[in-house]
């Protein structure tokens, strides 16, 4: 009798164990189940965190059906739990497993913000105070205090930021993408400077990044930025003020109203290329990679003027005769308070143009 009871028991425990068994195995199989959510579901892991309290999380989230899996499964993997910091996105379809293999593989989540050729710094600034994943660290900072983060003391923030489109995670600052901007342009203006055409009126690669300014605000249309270039070089080289639009608004500064008279041209500021000779003072805007090359590469010819033709393009004419015409054919009934391009040099009787 003791023996058939002790069989009994036996046989008891082997199929409680099997019955365990089996448990244990059907829940670390949820962990395989593709997830079904509407949308991706962000989730913050601060350094530090326990893998016991990530699995809490993702259930809290609805992404696991029970912790208590994802928690085995990390007591008998550790060295497949070790996961990293940072902010995670998860998306419709992912089983518990690859979320666990995308943390431990510091796949973190991207975000991305775009500086624009021909913004101005003032503009960049504004976009990464407007960054909602973006850490802020020098909002409160001036122009001055953030040139001297970048090892620039003293010099003119303007022109000095490479436009482009960064990405970024949510541990990054401004300050740090501020920098990578920074660096990008050092490192993009020496290249280029580097492989310049011969006997250009630069005397820095500095004055090219003015004068690439000046190009990346004056046309959007990519096929003629070597040429606006080449005007605004020979009109250099002759001594002839460069007389650009964009460099008069950019010295008039918060009074600009989106339109410019007469009496703004006539107005002197250290930007106003109607009233000086040269370059101004510090590049206008932030350009781009092909602005710069065309400032450094600009177009051999004999065309001292440009007009707007309303379409974005521009009528290219070397002589004053030849300028007029076109300015009688593409500006004649448009508005006259605005000049999109070079006009006559010193000492010539400016035209009014119209802006693109």
Not at 13 to 18: G, P, Q, R
């Amino acid at each position: 009798m003791l023996k058939k009871l002790l069989i009994v028991c036996v046989s008891l425990i082997v199929l409680a164990a099997a019955g365990t068994g089996l448990w244990v195995w059907q829940g670390l199989e949820t962990l395989e189940k593709p997830v079904s959510i509407e949308e991706p579901v962000l989730l913050n892991v601060p350094a530090g965190t326990a893998f016991s309290r990530v699995a809490q999380q993702l259930e809290a989230e609805g992404l696991v059906e029970k912790s208590l899996w994802l928690r085995l499964h990390g007591r008998l993997n550790p060295e497949q739990v070790r996961i990293k910091a940072g902010e995670y996105e998860f998306t419709d379809g992912m089983s518990a497993r690859d979320m666990v293999e995308a943390m431990v593989a510091g796949d973190v989540k991207h975000w991305s913000i775009q500086f624009i050729e021909g913004w101005t710094f003032k503009d960049m600034r504004a976009a990464l105070a407007s960054a909602e994943r973006l850490r802020q660290e020098t909002a409160d900072w001036s122009d001055e205090e953030v040139m001297a983060a970048m090892g620039a003391e003293g010099e003119h923030p303007e022109g000095r930021f490479f436009p482009d489109t960064y990405l970024f995670v949510s541990s990054d600052s401004d300050l740090d993408l501020l920098k990578r901007s920074f660096n990008r342009m050092e490192t993009v203006l020496a290249e280029e400077w580097e492989s310049r055409e011969k006997g250009l009126p630069y005397d820095s690669p500095y004055e090219a990044l003015i004068m690439a300014s000046i190009v990346e605000r004056e046309t959007g249309v990519p096929h003629e930025r070597d040429e606006v270039a080449g005007v605004f070089v020979r009109r250099l080289e002759k001594g002839m003020r460069l007389q650009t639009d964009p460099t008069v608004i950019y010295g008039m500064g918060d009074n600009y109203q989106g339109r410019i008279g007469s009496k703004d041209l006539r107005t002197y500021t250290p930007y106003n290329t109607y009233r000086i000779d040269g370059l101004p003072p510090t590049p206008i805007a932030l350009p781009g990679q092909e602005a710069i090359h065309a400032a450094l590469h600009p177009k051999d010819g004999g065309s001292l003027y440009f007009v707007a033709r309303g379409d974005g393009t521009h009528k290219f004419s070397r002589t004053l005769a030849e300028h007029q015409k076109a300015v009688r054919e593409f500006q004649l009934n448009r508005r006259d308070d605005y000049r999109s391009s070079p006009t006559p040099g010193n000492g010539e009787n400016a035209s009014q143009e119209q802006s693109r």
